[in-house]
């Protein structure tokens, strides 16, 4: 009998960590693990800033943006998704320095968890039963009832998927999951990405501002992005998992929450963004 072994959290976030954009760690052993409550495998720290690199407009047909280095020595690997997105270029720091940011996703780790269904947490493998993966979002129902079945069908989500141990957890430390909604999902289809959208204006590739481009359509070509989509249809709410969760999150924070962190990203799509938990 085999055993599938999973890679580590640190080897998977070095394995889908373009070659170059990897921060070298410094001599001082920092505490900070990253796969961890305290750093969750989507989360960015601070440390991971955005790296050069000058968009061009590609020749041929299939009109869209590249960068220009790709002219000389090809499309770096990492710098597109299978289907054709074209990603923003980021750090990769896992030496835990800096301050871990839950509002912000980091591209490359996003990306991975979204096309892997992988918890966005441990990167492990996310829970998954016959009604699907679980998907653990904040804004849920009020109170939910067998009315609200059905709650996040046709929701586009940045969110990667949540093993059960992680979502308990994060129901208890996260801020943001008062009214939590644990949401199985039967087909989490890929969709798109979320980034910045451009066009060609009279001086050149000019920013328009964040947006989403479905895949397979003219708009991908124009989006440098930062996070992939799922659309989620076929999708069940938990009731009992959801109140589990509610009930967990209000015994570890019985006061009011303070302002949550994932309120302050800028976004044009609240359905896309500040979702994932820590
Ligand atoms: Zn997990």
Request: charge should be positive; proline fraction near 10%; hydrophobic fraction near 35%.
């Amino acid at each position: 009998m085999s055993t599938i072994v999973m890679p580590s959290a640190f080897d998977l976030a070095r394995a889908v960590c373009p070659a170059g954009t990897e921060i070298q760690a410094p001599s001082v052993r920092f505490s900070a693990q990253i796969g961890t409550p305290a750093w969750p495998f989507i989360s960015s720290r601070t440390t991971e800033q955005a790296l050069p690199g000058t968009l061009i407009v590609r020749p041929g047909l299939d009109q869209g943006l590249g960068y220009a280095d790709e002219v000389d020595d090809g499309e770096g690997e990492q710098d597109r998704d299978r289907d054709g997105g074209l990603w923003a270029r980021v750090a990769t720091d896992l030496s835990g320095t800096g301050t871990v940011q839950n509002a912000l996703p980091q591209p490359y780790r996003q990306r991975a968890l979204v096309d892997g269904l992988l918890c966005q947490v441990c990167a492990g493998p996310s829970a998954k039963g016959k009604d699907g993966w679980l998907f653990v979002l904040p804004g849920g129902p009020k109170v939910p009832s067998v009315r609200d079945t059905q709650w996040g069908e046709g929701l586009i989500e940045a969110t990667p998927p949540v093993c059960l141990s992680c979502a308990h957890l994060s129901a208890e430390r996260c801020p943001s999951l008062g009214r939590v909604a644990a949401l199985w999902v039967k087909r989490p289809t890929l969709y798109g990405v979320y980034g910045t959208t451009y066009r060609l204006g009279p001086r050149g590739i000019e920013p328009v501002g964040p947006g989403i481009a479905k895949y397979e359509t003219p708009a991908l070509g124009w989006t440098v992005a930062t996070q992939m989509l799922r659309e989620l249809t076929e999708t069940c709410l938990d009731q009992g998992l959801t109140a589990r969760l509610r009930a967990l999150h209000t015994r570890r924070r019985p006061k009011a929450p303070p302002r949550c962190p994932h309120a302050g990203l800028p976004s044009s799509n609240p359905d896309v963004l500040n979702r994932n938990l820590g």
